[in-house]
């Protein structure tokens, strides 16, 4: 039997503020369990919230990105629900009135665009930490369980995507997307593994010809690439499945185990939940002036899919190449600045992709915390240019930039690394070569060439690599005649 899917996305992300959302706890992560609460986001009566301004302008900066049209006019709303993890038992959210409606994210597939409906983005607080203590740290085979209010309160954007969504690799490649474009508007630093990026889904599958059913599954905790894949593929394969044997499809929560790989029923609804939504007493409604708009427009940056198009035409870079300069904001950035002061794009690129990236896989730590700057880089690319040094000695000379942050010129120096092009010198050394090796000697006389690069390597060796290849590549030739 042939299926067709439906699929919205609803994330969740953590705006990068110093402070909440309402108070002005901070938003560090990591700290203490409880360190970083007040009256306000603990819920206590009689307290009132502030609304962070700078939250919500990220807001709109994120609405914007994602072409939605801007609210003239918008409200909080309480979203009442009762869970322990909301002191307040209601978490203060937008209701009809969020700030960004009917936008969309445009995503290449095998070079064709498909267009994804983003249906609202709005603003809400996150709510507290609950840990489960035990073994598997999962609520049914807990010993205990544990709130961590630091969390609660922070400011959290949604972004609800139309369910145009039509398989799991459209539904990979629009949450890439969505958390690239989020990178580089800088509002969030999207960290899945804590929890600042978090994505739920619904799934509905419907026989071809049938009309789509209300029964669509909610799925939760899909909090990485790789679950969201698995969790998708599950849940598309078990309600194609219930069709197949002409079973019946529930409106129900489902949870996404990642031990076992599979979808778990959380529970079944018979209608939509109501929440009982109604407008937040505490704070006043806001008007969202053209001007305020205008001028957040202008903290817009250059969003991903055009910078890469732009890079690759500017500089002329391998779509391969270009791909991996441009995945991060920071990335392009450092591209970008070392290729406005040296004029060989190709030779930069190659050096970030081989050796930065290397580097940083290694140390675990992203480029915009590294030592090397554009001015190292470029210093270093120039001095081979000039001979002083030799691509060789370069690879260690940027291995201890990336250490020490040291400038090259200075590394050159300290170490006595310059390369050698004395011809005298060389020649010196060549001739020790020659002599210490009357064997690969005759060999190369009697026509075996490819002895050549063996006496080369023994040049460098003996110059522990300082020596210039090209030089010592004419000297011996010469001197082999
Ligand atoms: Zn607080």
């Given amino acids: 039997m042939e299926f067709e899917i439906k699929i919205g996305l609803e994330t969740h992300v953590e705006l990068l503020t110093d402070s909440k959302m309402f108070c002005g706890c901070s938003t560090k992560f990591g700290t203490a369990p409880n360190t970083q609460t007040c009256p306000i986001c603990l819920g206590h009566p009689g307290t009132l919230p502030v609304i962070n301004k700078k939250a919500f302008d990220y807001t709109i900066k994120v609405a914007l990105a994602l072409n939605c049209k801007i609210a003239n006019f918008t409200q909080f709303h309480r979203k009442n629900y009762f869970y322990p993890d909301l002191p307040k038992g209601y978490q203060i959210s937008q209701y009809d009135l969020p700030i960004g409606l009917n936008g969309y994210l445009d995503i290449k597939l095998n070079s064709k665009v498909k267009r994804i409906g983003i249906s609202r983005v709005h603003m809400e607080e996150d709510t507290a930490k609950l840990l489960h203590f035990g073994e598997t740290g999962r609520i049914s085979e807990a010993t205990g369980s544990g709130l961590d209010f630091n969390r609660c309160g922070i400011p959290l954007l949604e972004i609800v995507s139309a369910p145009d969504i039509k398989n799991v690799t459209q539904a990979k490649a629009y949450v890439m997307l969505l958390k690239k474009i989020l990178e580089y508007l800088e509002v969030s630093d999207c960290n899945m593994e804590e929890g600042k990026f978090r994505i739920d889904a619904n799934i509905s599958v419907k026989k071809l010809g049938d009309e789509y059913s209300k029964t669509r599954t909610e799925l939760k905790n899909l909090n990485s690439f790789r679950f969201l894949e698995k969790g998708l593929s599950y849940e598309i394969k078990r309600q194609s499945e219930i069709l197949n044997k002409s079973e019946k499809l529930y409106l129900e929560t489902r949870h996404f185990d990642s031990k076992t790989m599979t979808t778990k029923s959380m529970r079944i609804k018979e209608e939509a939940q109501d929440y009982r939504y109604f407008p937040e007493p505490d704070l006043v409604p806001i008007e969202i002036s053209r001007e305020w708009v205008d001028e957040i427009k202008k903290t817009v940056p250059e969003l991903p899919s055009i910078r890469t198009d732009r890079i690759k035409k500017q500089y002329d870079i391998s779509d391969n190449d270009v791909e991996i300069i441009t995945s991060t904001k920071s990335m392009a950035d450092f591209f970008e600045s070392c290729a406005k002061i040296y004029p060989y794009p190709k030779i930069i690129s190659n050096w970030i992709i081989r050796d930065l990236l290397y580097l940083l896989n290694q140390e675990q730590i992203q480029i915009e915390n590294c030592k090397i700057s554009s001015e190292h880089l470029?210093?270093?690319?120039?001095?081979?240019?000039?001979?002083?040094?030799?691509?060789?000695?370069?690879?260690?000379?940027?291995?201890?930039?990336?250490?020490?942050?040291?400038?090259?010129?200075?590394?050159?120096?300290?170490?006595?690394?310059?390369?050698?092009?004395?011809?005298?010198?060389?020649?010196?050394?060549?001739?020790?070569?020659?002599?210490?090796?009357?064997?690969?000697?005759?060999?190369?006389?009697?026509?075996?060439?490819?002895?050549?690069?063996?006496?080369?390597?023994?040049?460098?060796?003996?110059?522990?690599?300082?020596?210039?290849?090209?030089?010592?590549?004419e000297l011996l030739k010469k001197k082999l005649k």
Avoid: H, R
């Fill in 378 to 473: 470029v210093d270093m690319l120039k001095m081979i240019d000039t001979g002083s040094i030799s691509g060789k000695i370069a690879k260690s000379i940027f291995k201890e930039m990336f250490k020490t942050g040291k400038m090259p010129g200075d590394i050159v120096q300290e170490k006595g690394l310059e390369q050698i092009s004395d011809i005298d010198k060389l020649t010196d050394i060549i001739e020790q070569v020659l002599k210490e090796n009357p064997e690969i000697v005759t060999q190369y006389l009697s026509g075996k060439m490819q002895v050549f690069t063996f006496l080369v390597g023994q040049v460098m060796k003996k110059t522990k690599g300082k020596a210039n290849p090209k030089l010592v590549n």
